[in-house]
Protein backbone atom coordinates (compact mmCIF):
# COMPACT_ATOMS: atom_id res chain seq x y z
CA UNK A 1 0.00 0.00 0.00
CA UNK A 2 2.76 2.21 0.69
CA UNK A 3 4.98 1.46 -2.21
CA UNK A 4 1.14 2.08 -4.43
CA UNK A 5 1.43 5.82 -2.44
CA UNK A 6 4.59 6.52 -3.08
CA UNK A 7 4.45 5.40 -7.02
CA UNK A 8 1.32 7.92 -7.16
CA UNK A 9 3.19 10.49 -5.42
CA UNK A 10 5.79 10.39 -7.72
CA UNK A 11 3.42 10.59 -10.41
CA UNK A 12 2.21 13.43 -9.61
CA UNK A 13 5.36 15.38 -8.62
CA UNK A 14 6.56 14.87 -12.06
CA UNK A 15 3.26 15.48 -13.70
CA UNK A 16 3.41 18.75 -11.98
CA UNK A 17 6.95 19.51 -13.21
CA UNK A 18 5.79 18.81 -16.70
CA UNK A 19 2.89 21.77 -16.25
CA UNK A 20 5.19 23.83 -15.31
CA UNK A 21 6.93 23.39 -18.94
CA UNK A 22 3.49 24.39 -20.73
CA UNK A 23 3.37 25.59 -23.88
CA UNK A 24 4.32 28.86 -25.39
CA UNK A 25 1.30 30.72 -27.00
CA UNK A 26 1.85 33.46 -29.77
CA UNK A 27 -0.98 36.03 -29.58
CA UNK A 28 -2.14 38.89 -31.57
CA UNK A 29 -4.42 41.74 -31.01
CA UNK A 30 -8.61 40.61 -32.00
CA UNK A 31 -8.98 42.42 -35.37
CA UNK A 32 -5.90 40.38 -36.47
CA UNK A 33 -7.42 38.45 -39.66
CA UNK A 34 -4.47 36.08 -38.92
CA UNK A 35 -5.84 32.84 -36.78
CA UNK A 36 -3.20 30.73 -38.01
CA UNK A 37 0.87 30.56 -38.81
CA UNK A 38 3.00 27.69 -39.92
CA UNK A 39 6.26 27.76 -38.21
CA UNK A 40 8.38 29.02 -40.95
CA UNK A 41 5.48 32.02 -41.43
CA UNK A 42 6.55 32.80 -37.57
CA UNK A 43 10.12 32.48 -38.06
CA UNK A 44 9.59 34.84 -41.37
CA UNK A 45 7.87 37.45 -38.98
CA UNK A 46 9.63 37.00 -35.66
CA UNK A 47 12.96 37.47 -37.94
CA UNK A 48 11.55 40.79 -39.83
CA UNK A 49 11.68 39.19 -43.51
CA UNK A 50 7.87 39.78 -43.16
CA UNK A 51 7.23 42.80 -42.08
CA UNK A 52 3.47 43.30 -42.77
CA UNK A 53 -0.14 41.34 -41.92
CA UNK A 54 -2.35 40.29 -44.99
CA UNK A 55 -4.50 43.37 -44.08
CA UNK A 56 -0.78 45.41 -44.48
CA UNK A 57 -0.53 46.71 -41.24
CA UNK A 58 3.02 46.57 -39.87
CA UNK A 59 4.32 44.05 -37.81
CA UNK A 60 4.84 44.82 -34.21
CA UNK A 61 7.55 42.39 -32.76
CA UNK A 62 7.04 42.44 -29.19
CA UNK A 63 9.22 39.71 -27.10
CA UNK A 64 9.73 38.77 -23.03
CA UNK A 65 12.85 40.10 -21.87
CA UNK A 66 16.04 38.27 -21.55
CA UNK A 67 16.05 35.58 -18.68
CA UNK A 68 12.11 34.83 -19.38
CA UNK A 69 11.54 30.90 -19.61
CA UNK A 70 9.46 31.90 -22.48
CA UNK A 71 12.11 34.13 -24.90
CA UNK A 72 14.32 31.05 -24.24
CA UNK A 73 11.30 28.67 -26.14
CA UNK A 74 11.03 31.08 -29.04
CA UNK A 75 15.09 31.75 -29.72
CA UNK A 76 15.31 27.77 -29.53
CA UNK A 77 12.18 26.60 -31.84
CA UNK A 78 11.82 29.74 -34.13
CA UNK A 79 14.69 31.78 -34.42
CA UNK A 80 17.29 28.13 -33.99
CA UNK A 81 19.35 30.70 -32.29
CA UNK A 82 21.40 31.29 -28.50
CA UNK A 83 21.17 34.73 -27.19
CA UNK A 84 24.23 35.85 -28.42
CA UNK A 85 23.01 35.29 -32.24
CA UNK A 86 20.12 36.68 -31.65
CA UNK A 87 21.31 39.97 -30.52
CA UNK A 88 23.89 39.92 -33.04
CA UNK A 89 21.65 39.22 -36.09
CA UNK A 90 19.38 42.29 -35.13
CA UNK A 91 22.42 44.20 -34.67
CA UNK A 92 22.96 43.11 -38.37
CA UNK A 93 19.91 44.11 -39.49
CA UNK A 94 19.81 47.24 -38.20
CA UNK A 95 23.68 48.12 -39.55
CA UNK A 96 22.65 47.30 -43.10
CA UNK A 97 19.07 49.29 -42.41
CA UNK A 98 16.86 46.17 -42.87
CA UNK A 99 14.73 46.98 -39.88
CA UNK A 100 14.76 50.65 -38.12
CA UNK A 101 15.04 48.91 -34.56
CA UNK A 102 15.37 45.55 -32.71
CA UNK A 103 11.90 43.54 -31.45
CA UNK A 104 10.94 45.62 -27.95
CA UNK A 105 11.44 43.57 -25.45
CA UNK A 106 9.01 43.71 -22.57
CA UNK A 107 9.42 42.72 -18.94
CA UNK A 108 6.25 40.26 -18.08
CA UNK A 109 3.17 38.71 -19.84
CA UNK A 110 1.22 42.06 -18.40
CA UNK A 111 3.08 43.79 -20.65
CA UNK A 112 3.25 41.75 -23.44
CA UNK A 113 -0.87 41.63 -23.30
CA UNK A 114 -1.36 44.94 -23.22
CA UNK A 115 1.15 45.71 -25.74
CA UNK A 116 -0.93 43.32 -28.43
CA UNK A 117 -4.44 44.27 -26.81
CA UNK A 118 -3.29 48.29 -27.59
CA UNK A 119 -1.62 47.70 -31.26
CA UNK A 120 -3.44 45.79 -34.14
CA UNK A 121 -0.14 45.22 -36.08
CA UNK A 122 1.43 43.83 -32.75
CA UNK A 123 2.31 39.98 -32.15
CA UNK A 124 3.50 38.44 -28.94
CA UNK A 125 4.00 35.20 -26.85
CA UNK A 126 3.50 34.44 -23.53
CA UNK A 127 3.03 31.06 -21.25
CA UNK A 128 -0.71 29.91 -22.66
CA UNK A 129 -1.69 30.17 -18.50
CA UNK A 130 -1.33 33.63 -19.02
CA UNK A 131 -3.32 34.21 -21.52
CA UNK A 132 -6.03 36.67 -20.77
CA UNK A 133 -9.29 37.70 -22.28
CA UNK A 134 -8.72 40.74 -24.88
CA UNK A 135 -6.19 38.72 -27.47
CA UNK A 136 -6.68 36.23 -29.85
CA UNK A 137 -3.95 32.82 -29.62
CA UNK A 138 -3.05 31.82 -32.96
CA UNK A 139 -2.91 27.84 -33.92
CA UNK A 140 0.95 27.40 -35.27
CA UNK A 141 1.42 24.88 -38.16
CA UNK A 142 -2.61 24.24 -37.11
CA UNK A 143 -2.36 23.26 -33.62
CA UNK A 144 -3.29 25.37 -30.25
CA UNK A 145 -1.18 25.48 -27.18
CA UNK A 146 -1.83 22.51 -25.26
CA UNK A 147 -2.77 20.39 -28.25
CA UNK A 148 -0.71 17.55 -29.36
CA UNK A 149 1.87 18.25 -31.42
CA UNK A 150 2.35 21.83 -30.67
CA UNK A 151 5.85 23.07 -31.28
CA UNK A 152 6.46 25.69 -29.22
CA UNK A 153 7.38 24.67 -25.66
Known sequence: MLACF???A???ISAAANGAQSDVAIIVNPVN???NLTLAELRKIYMGERQYWKASSPVVLLMRSRGSRERAAILMDVFQM????YTQYWVAKVMRAESSDSPASLFSHGMIQEGVRGNAGAIG???MNDVRPGVKVLRI???LPGEAGYPLH
Do not use: A, H, K
Not at 82 to 85: G, K
Open 6 to 8: LSL
Open 10 to 12: LIL
Open 33 to 35: PVS
Open 82 to 85: SEEQ
Open 125 to 127: YLD
Open 141 to 143: NGV
